[in-house]
């Protein structure tokens, strides 16, 4: 760390947010030169209490392996089939890893192992645990961060402010354009009668799609409903909740036979205004894009800002590292796979998630054709694996 003449600490990179996205960007820049600083809300050594899974693509999975990060994550189930259907409708598509020639098509696992991972890996960078940011703000050749930590305002400066807090610090200044599904997902882990292993299950109903990831002896469930009816599948007791979701699932995995702890996240479609909406300051993961969890496209896409993010500092001198030409060339690098991304997304929930009876046979003709063209399923299965990058 340096210091300026009043002794407020000066970085090269002020990282706001040490969550799955923001850590990864450290892990990515640790070993250069460059004086990096994490800053994450959370205390120290307590660990992530977010109950989702996440399904993490193949190139997600080559990505955490150019990081060294891959080899240190515990219990991850693969993924080798997906099957994709339409509720009430003859339209399916099945996409498998050995047509695409990957060895999985992705992988499962708990957000909070892949965030004690990347944690655990930033021996070298300097964390600051407890350390919740209120502002943020630029001046001339550099940002100015102001942070709470153990009760005391404080300040330090970065020649580039990284924002990975998932959304919220900067929304009230720059409002996202946002819009409300009107959906919530309600995620659980169950258990069931006659589990596939490594095959997961997206079925789209006209209420929401419902997601089963295979993880260790069952299956993570990703349930999208109305807020109301969410709220309601909160309350059920596990013997309802198990019947409700065979009666809405269907019988591809037999009987649901336990179910674990129930949570419920809102959901809808956040794009900041910009990716660098003031000087000396840029957003990646969330906080650039919150997207529908349908197709797990939110950290596979976090990560990819990530890294790109890391190979355009890393080949930039210090002194050019918010540079007007260096900010166009991140927001140029990531304009196409975000936007795919972000209409990918909006697009399946939009197609899928409604009553109207001529898009029902749109639908179950699209996942027929996907089916059946394997230069389609082509496309789509690399899209979910590298994003429109790739
Ligand atoms: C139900 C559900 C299922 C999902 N499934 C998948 C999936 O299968 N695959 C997939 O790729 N994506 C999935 N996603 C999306 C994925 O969870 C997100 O895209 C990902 O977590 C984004 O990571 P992030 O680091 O950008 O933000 P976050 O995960 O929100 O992390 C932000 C971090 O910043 C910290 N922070 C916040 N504010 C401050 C502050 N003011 N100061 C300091 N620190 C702060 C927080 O403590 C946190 O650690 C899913 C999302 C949901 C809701």
Same mark, same amino acid.
């Given at each position: ?98 047509? *695409? ?283 979910? *694996? ?5």
């Amino acid at each position: 760390m340096n210091a300026t003449s009043n002794s407020v600490a000066f970085y090269d990179i002020a990282i706001i947010g040490g969550g799955p996205v923001g850590a990864a960007l450290a892990r990515a820049l640790q070993g250069s030169s460059l004086r990096v600083c994490v800053l994450e809300s959370r205390p120290a050594n307590t660990a992530s209490t977010d109950a989702r899974a996440l399904a993490l693509s193949y190139g997600s999975r080559l990505l955490l392996e150019r990081l060294g990060v891959w080899g240190q994550l515990q219990d991850v189930s693969a993924i080798s089939t997906i099957h994709i259907s339409q509720k009430q409708s003859f339209g399916r598509a099945v996409l498998r890893a050995e047509e *695409m020639n990957v060895p999985a098509l992705g992988y499962v696992l708990p957000y909070p192992a892949l965030q004690d991972a990347l944690t655990a890996s930033l021996d070298a960078t300097e964390t600051l645990f407890g350390a919740s940011v209120t502002s943020l703000n630029s001046e001339a050749g550099h940002a100015v961060v102001g942070y709470r930590q153990d009760g005391a305002e404080q300040q330090l400066h970065a020649r580039l402010a990284v924002v990975a807090d998932g959304g919220k610090l900067l929304a009230p200044q720059f409002p996202p354009t946002f819009e409300d599904y009107g959906q919530s997902a309600l995620i659980t882990h169950v258990t069931c009668a006659a589990p596939k292993p490594g095959t997961a299950f997206e079925r789209f109903t006209t209420q929401g799609p419902v997601a089963l990831l295979p993880y260790k002896n069952g299956y993570e469930i990703v349930w999208t409903a109305s807020h109301q009816r969410a709220e309601e599948m909160l309350s059920w007791d596990d013997a309802r909740f198990l019947s409700e979701l065979h009666q809405h699932f269907g019988d591809r995995v037999g009987e649901f036979l336990t179910a674990g702890a129930r949570s419920c996240y809102p959901l809808g479609l956040k794009k900041a205004p910009a990716l660098s909406p003031m000087p000396h300051t840029l957003l990646i993961g969330n906080a650039a894009q919150t997207m529908h969890p349908v197709a797990g496209q939110g950290f596979n896409m976090g990560l990819r800002d990530a890294w790109e993010l890391a190979q355009l500092i890393l080949d930039a001198a210090p002194e050019a590292l918010s540079s007007e030409e260096m900010i166009a060339s991140y927001a140029r690098r990531r304009r196409i796979d975000r936007e795919a991304g972000i209409h990918f997304t909006d697009g399946l929930v939009r197609l899928f998630s409604n009553d109207l009876p001529v898009l029902g046979v749109g639908r179950a003709a699209s996942l027929t054709v996907l089916d059946c063209l394997p230069f389609a399923k082509r496309f789509v299965a690399k899209r979910m *694996m590298f994003g429109a990058n790739g």
